[in-house]
């Protein structure tokens, strides 16, 4: 079993110590995935300080302009939240640099 996880934090990165104690509780038996703002500049260090070896990250978005959405209140890329111009798509680029830093860990 996996538990995708920001460790009760609005982001993983803010609950390093809680994310931790976590896969030490778990011991093998459960696999912590931390998800939630975990970014190029801050994976590495949250592997390091957690012990998890896997992560779960959007890969550094583009934001990509839609129209459609402009035109109507029906179509939300973002129901409940205001609005926003477009939608978020994954930067290759990005997130290979990312898994290669991490797998060099």
Do not use: W
């Not at 129901?79 to 830093?101: A, C, D, F, I, M």
């Amino acid at each position: 079993p996996r538990v995708l996880t920001s460790g009760f934090a609005a982001t993983a990165p803010q609950a390093v110590d809680t994310l931790a104690e976590m896969v030490r509780f778990a011991a093998g038996a459960i696999e912590i995935l931390p998800g939630s703002g975990i970014r190029l500049d801050n994976a590495v260090e949250l592997c390091r300080r957690t012990g998890c070896d896997q992560i779960h990250t959007s890969g550094g978005q583009l934001r990509l302009l839609d129209p459609s959405e402009g035109f109507s209140r029906v179509v939300s890329f973002t129901p409940g939240l205001p609005p926003q111009p477009g939608y978020g798509r994954t930067n290759e680029e990005s997130l290979r640099k990312l898994v290669r830093e991490v797998k060099g860990l």
